[in-house]
């Protein structure tokens, strides 16, 4: 894409002939009449306007694209004996400077010059007889391939006979005839082309028709020399003629740059029908904007687009349409055009089903109708945008009654564009917020796994009356495109908005994976919104302020704060342009980028070392400057800092590009320079990015039978549940005694079944008593039939906490039990008449008296799952880990729907396959040791929206901190877990809530991590680099590429920790860097010699390296001190130092072996250092070791046969040792897997994360 300002710009007007003929018809008729010419190109100015020496020109040519010339073809197709002439004359100046005339004319492939006349001239080309007035109007262009063009239009009207002065007999009669100038741009710089070409009318006013050539063409030329800054926060300032222009960057690559005023369409519509508008695009109308002023449309138009994102317009788009194009209005599918005023009777009258938008009065009606019959965007997002729209200041007057009048024009521009700035701003937060307002709950019904979004869920989850909106949105392409992007987690404004604005509940619904059911918070608020609805009907007034203040109203997917105070514009950074040159010749232009490279040489020496962000900026814009002055390597070398200072914006396809145009003699250079040869071989032998997904599927039922692998990708895709083991028990559950395979028959019930229940839930009519009782997160999950039970007839309802009655005839609610409370469940039989029908007792800790409830047919059911409840139960508290209680609610309702879809005798029977915690409890003790009990204080599951369990390969804590006074700016502390495969989960750890699902960093395992003060966490990789994670924005855009092997170790010398930061880092083959935190620069290298450099830890003056085979000490300067080799009788093929520590002021050094249940410690006070082995009971292997406060706690892989095995599952241990006494204080066991990671938060509590058959991280308290 280009990275210039001007795209081309094109001079258009009538042709000399047709106005030497009107010239002719007026002095033989003495008057003139309407006259409209076809206006037609008259010249096409586009870069390059400087030639190249030839070796450089011969040298571009072999890698750069060359344009094809517009005017050379259109010569071959209408060749005019009158219009050469003056077309010669235009290129005149190219011919007198050697160049090939009009035949060099290099034009953009994707622009139109076939129908750029008429949109120049959109109402026509006319004559008259009295000067008008100069007037601008915007056009957009868009190829096929979706990429669009921005141009601005300025119109001039100039005397007839200043265009005629080379032909003869120029006419008698006073005329005038507008011709336009054109100015085109890849990018949507409205305001800024049109405040350049104000400067050049400026210099047309004052100058010669002969000189108009010379004028434009020096015109277009400068323009082409403005660089567009890259996406951040750097605007880019320049000077034209004494007016200042601030041309500003895009907030991100993935958006546009905003250079327009967002509040027009606020000025031009009240909020109804500004949503209306709004609703139209989204339900992809057939929308035509009608307006008296040309200018207008375009401006509104790209307004509204930019109120929609992050939805994407994708259909066709034309904000303007000349006269000759209303035929366009005929399409049959969606489209956004834009139209004269003076045509709307006309389109109405013609046309069908189009909705017809008046800006100059605000209206909007329908070719058939003066109201428009289409679904209205949901009430309570429609009531806060109304609610925000009227509390902004659109008037600028207004802002600058406090202000001292300004009486230098630039600075009142200046002010008025930090005026504008901020209002842009604050009404993007607007409508993002609307947006996020209407689809939050998107994100709730997809699979990203499958990539599978359930749109008849998502329908019957919205209210009745807001479902045709939504039928309408889904079936869009603005949709899909929005829906592939959440898909993929693309991180946007939408997301985070999302993501930051979820509420206390939605949090604990994103981190715990539950069937949906309402909570009573929720069903509460609902009744509230209709209560406060009905009173509103009802004629009882209320201010929405008052609703906004109502806390029930959090809980209705709708933001209730300003999401302007949440994002606060960043600052901006302005850098100023040189002074153009006066002649652009190729030396003076090579001068001009000389003295911008130097420019922002000063801004780059002048930026604190810390504002990365920034630097990053001035580093692309000085390696771009330095690619147009051939200056490749210095270009690479730019480019190449980009790594440590922002990823983001590094440009890849350009590096690739540049990297190939090398030339012999600078490869060769390059080699000689580590950083530029490194960025070679990375670009050489980097894989073509992966093509994200486009594909989005529809949830359908399957038509034949499904073997074990096809029916978990049916559960899967049909949002029924997530988990692999789960789901195999469910086949199992509908494969008793049968062929392993489910027919379509019994899926299609099974999940009607399940749907159905999930639908009645939303519906469910519960008492207030009962509301009033239960939780605030607690959910109705189940509802017996009306029964008889030991207090009464009614029904027994179940939570994921408790049973209760909800008695029959009268209000009231009695608590039968907490799971966590009861003794025993059992299947009794109570007397009827002369029979005996079967009934269910529970007995509770403390009380005498038993519950009994005569559930007929339903007893073995209910039996079934309050055990299952009651186990999962007991084991969450032993273990603490609340998916355990999740886990067995997910088995109790699949239980009910395999009960209730197969409706045969053999169906408790297949559904006694899915009581997994009560079968555990059955065949395997489940009391907790009382160490671990006593230690262990929490259980996470990182892994939650995955469908199987992944290793934890590392973990790091990184504490708190409070950025300023007011604690809503507090930063609490994290938890950072590193996944399979590049996958980064983060954590809050003052709730153990997960902040984000995940980051991505690189493709390849994570090795190490750690932090450094309160802003950046530091990531080793597999694949040889150093990712660095900003903690605030948890974005990873800077990487460290200087080691050639996988990163395995990390370390931070804490004894200058508030000085300069020296890091160290390792990789494989031996490599030692040590590092300058604040720079990212490398202060020293040295190589250990060794089989395989694992791991490194900094005390005092010495690095300690574990190296397989060895430890080693090294001092500071990388000389080695001494080697602690592996004892002979350990020595294998396999065996080797798996972890170690230090504690210098003992004397001792701890180690374990991969493959050894033995701890070795080696005391290095003496000349020899000596050796003692302390044995681990029941540990086959040691995988980590941390020292906290005055203990060494031990990560191993557990022995089959002592407690190892459970389940045919390797148990992992975690042994706590005293470095005093060197004896064993504790062996706690919570994993069902080896461990494989330790970390300490702040020597409060211990971390441990596990392998992937139990991949879940332990919080243990540290005594």
Not at 336 to 359: P, Q, R, S, Y
Not at 848 to 857: G, I, M, V
Not at 1187 to 1194: H, S, T
Request: charged share 25%; aromatic share 8%; glycine share 4%.
């Amino acid at each position: 894409m280009s990275s210039r300002l001007l795209e081309v710009c094109v001079v258009v007007g009538a042709s000399p002939k047709k106005l030497w003929e009107v010239c002719q018809a007026v002095d033989s008729h003495g008057s003139l009449e309407k006259v409209l010419l076809e206006p037609e190109v008259l010249h096409v100015l586009a870069p390059p306007f400087v030639s190249r020496p030839q070796a450089e020109r011969k040298a571009g040519r072999s890698h750069w694209r060359r344009h094809h010339s517009f005017l050379r073809k259109k010569r071959k197709r209408r060749p005019s004996a009158v219009t050469a002439p003056i077309q010669d004359h235009f290129s005149g100046g190219d011919a007198a400077n050697g160049r090939e005339g009009s035949e060099d004319i290099t034009v953009p492939k994707d622009i139109d010059l076939i129908a750029l006349p008429q949109l120049c001239f959109p109402g026509g080309l006319q004559v008259t007889n009295v000067k008008r007035e100069d007037q601008f109007h915007f056009l957009v262009f868009t190829d096929v391939f979706g990429n669009k063009s921005h141009g601005v239009v300025m119109q001039c009207y100039r005397p007839v006979q200043d265009w005629m002065s080379s032909c003869e007999n120029g006419g008698k009669s006073k005329l005038f005839s507008a011709y336009g100038f054109c100015v085109i741009s890849k990018y949507p710089y409205f305001t800024v082309l049109k405040d350049c070409l104000s400067c050049l009318l400026i210099k047309l006013r004052t100058c010669r028709f002969l000189d108009v050539e010379e004028k434009v063409k020096d015109f277009a030329a400068k323009l082409a020399l403005v660089p567009i800054p890259p996406p951040g926060q750097l605007h880019l300032m320049f000077t034209l003629h004494h007016l200042t222009i601030e041309l500003p960057s895009r907030e991100d690559k993935d958006h546009p740059a905003v250079d327009l005023d967002l509040h027009l369409p606020f000025l031009c519509f009240r909020p109804q029908p500004l949503l209306q508008v709004l609703s139209c695009l989204l339900q992809e109308q057939r929308v035509v904007l009608f307006s008296a002023d040309w200018a207008r449309l375009t401006l509104v138009a790209e307004g509204l687009l930019l109120f929609l994102q992050p939805l994407s317009w994708q259909q066709p788009y034309v904000p303007v349409l000349a006269e000759g194009m209303l035929d366009f209005l005929m399409a049959p599918t969606a489209f956004l055009m834009g139209c004269h005023l003076c045509h709307f009777k006309e389109v109405a009258a013609e046309t069908n089903d189009l909705i017809l938008i008046n800006i100059d009065n605000g209206s909007v009606s329908t070719s058939c109708s003066d109201t428009v019959d289409l679904p209205e965007i949901p009430s309570l997002a429609a009531d806060c945008f109304t609610q925000r729209y009227q509390s902004l200041q659109v008037h600028f007057d207004l802002d600058q009654c406090l202000r001292v009048s300004c009486s230098d024009i630039n600075d009142q521009r200046a002010q008025r564009r930090v005026w504008q700035r901020n209002l842009n701003h604050r009404i993007q937060g607007i409508t993002t917020e609307l947006i996020v307002n209407i689809f939050r709950d998107v994100s709730s019904h997809l699979n990203y796994e499958h990539r599978v979004f359930n749109s008849e869920e998502f329908l019957k989850s919205r209210e009745p009356a807001e479902r045709l909106f939504y039928k309408n949105v889904l079936e869009t392409h603005i949709f899909h495109r929005f829906l592939r992007d959440r898909l993929n987690k693309k991180m946007d404004n939408f997301a985070r908005l999302e993501l930051s604005t979820r509420s206390e509940m939605q949090q604990i619904k994103a981190s715990v994976e539950v069937p949906r059911r309402p909570t009573m918070q929720e069903i509460q608020a609902r009744r509230t919104s209709s209560l406060l609805e009905n009173r509103l009907i009802n004629g009882q007034r209320m201010s929405l302020s008052n609703l906004v203040d109502d806390q029930t109203l959090n809980f209705q997917r709708i933001i209730m704060f300003d999401p302007a105070q949440r994002m606060p514009p960043k600052p901006v950074k302005v850098f100023q342009l040189p002074e153009f040159p006066e002649t652009l010749s190729f030396h003076a232009v090579q001068s001009y980028y000389c003295e911008l490279i130097q420019l922002l040489g000063k801004a780059i020496n002048s930026v604190q070392i810390d504002n990365s962000s920034l630097l990053a900026r001035y580093f692309y814009l000085r390696g771009f400057i330095n690619l147009l002055c051939s200056r490749r390597l210095d270009a690479l070398a730019d480019f190449q800092t980009l790594h440590k200072t922002d990823t983001a914006i590094f440009p890849t396809q350009l590096v690739t590009r540049l990297v190939d145009s090398l030339m012999q003699e600078e490869q060769q250079q390059a080699k000689r320079r580590p950083e530029l040869k490194r960025l070679i071989l990375k670009t050489e032998n980097e894989k073509p990015s992966v093509q994200l997904d486009d594909d989005i599927k529809k949830f359908e039922l399957p038509r034949k039978n499904l073997d074990r692998e096809e029916f978990v990708r049916c559960i899967q895709e049909g949002g029924i549940v997530k988990d692999v083991a789960t789901i195999h028990r469910l086949f199992d559950a509908f494969t008793v005694g049968k062929s392993k395979q489910v027919n379509p028959e019994l899926f299609k019930s099974f999940y009607t079944f399940w749907k159905e229940t999930e639908t009645e839930a939303q519906d469910v009519n519960l008492p207030t008593e009962v509301i009033d009782h239960l939780d605030h997160s607690e959910c109705v999950y189940k509802l017996s039939s009306c029964v008889k039970t030991s207090h009464g007839v009614g029904k027994i309802g179940m939570t994921q906490k408790r049973l209760f009655l909800l008695p029959e005839g009268q209000p009231g609610f009695l608590e039968i039990t907490m799971f966590r409370d009861l003794q025993e469940v059992k299947i009794a039989s109570a007397p009827f008449l002369l029979v005996r029908i079967p009934s269910l007792r529970i007995r509770t800790s403390g009380r005498l008296e038993a519950f009994e409830a005569n559930l007929k047919t339903e007893t073995e059911l209910w039996d079934l799952m309050v055990k299952e409840m009651w186990a999962g139960r007991k084991m969450a508290d032993q273990h603490k880990d609340p998916q355990y209680m999740t886990q067995a609610l997910t088995n109790v309702l699949l239980m009910d729907a395999v009960v209730g879809c197969l409706q045969t005798q053999r169906s408790i029977c297949a559904a006694s396959k899915l009581a997994y915690f009560d079968k555990i409890k059955h065949e395997v003790p489940m009391m907790v040791p009382k160490s671990t009990s006593e230690t262990l204080k929490h259980k996470i599951n990182p892994s939650l929206d995955l469908a199987e369990p992944q290793t934890v390969h590392v973990l790091l804590y990184t504490p708190g901190q409070l950025t300023c006074n007011d604690s809503k700016d507090e930063m609490n502390p994290k938890l950072w877990v590193a996944l399979s495969g590049g996958r980064l989960v983060v954590f809050d750890a003052a709730s153990w809530s997960m902040l984000q699902d995940s980051i991505q960093v690189g493709e390849s395992q994570l090795n190490c991590m750690l932090g450094l003060v309160h802003e950046q966490v530091w990531i080793g990789s597999q694949d040889s680099v150093i990712y660095i994670i900003d903690t605030h924005s948890l974005t990873c855009n800077k990487q460290l590429t200087e080691h050639r092997y996988e990163v395995t170790g990390l370390t931070l010398d804490a004894g200058e920790q508030q000085s300069s930061l020296q890091t160290y880092s390792c990789s494989r083959d031996g490599t030692i860097l040590q590092w300058d935190s604040s720079s990212l620069k490398v202060k020293r290298q040295f190589q250990l010699s060794c089989e395989r450099l694992s791991s490194i830890h900094i005390h005092g003056d010495a690095l300690w390296c574990c190296c397989g085979d060895s430890i080693v000490e090294l001092r500071r300067s990388g000389t080695p001190q001494r080697r602690l080799l592996l004892p002979e009788h350990l020595r294998s093929s396999s065996s080797h130092f798996s972890s170690f520590i230090v504690i210098p002021e003992q004397g001792q050094l701890w180690t374990g072996l991969a493959d050894s249940g033995d701890l070795y410690l080696w005391h290095t006070d003496g000349h020899e250092p000596s050796l003692e082995k302390i044995s681990l009971t029941g540990c086959s292997g040691i995988t980590c070791m941390i020292r906290v406060k005055d203990q060494i706690w031990v990560g191993c892989r557990g022995r089959s046969g002592v407690g190892g095995q459970c389940g045919s599952q390797l148990r992992g241990q975690l042994v706590v040792v005293d470095p005093q006494s060197h004896m064993v204080s504790k062996e706690l066991q919570a994993h069902s897997d080896s461990i494989q990671t330790l970390c300490s938060a702040e020597d409060r509590y211990v971390l441990s994360g596990s392998a992937r058959r139990d991949g879940k991280i332990a919080v243990w308290k540290v005594e």
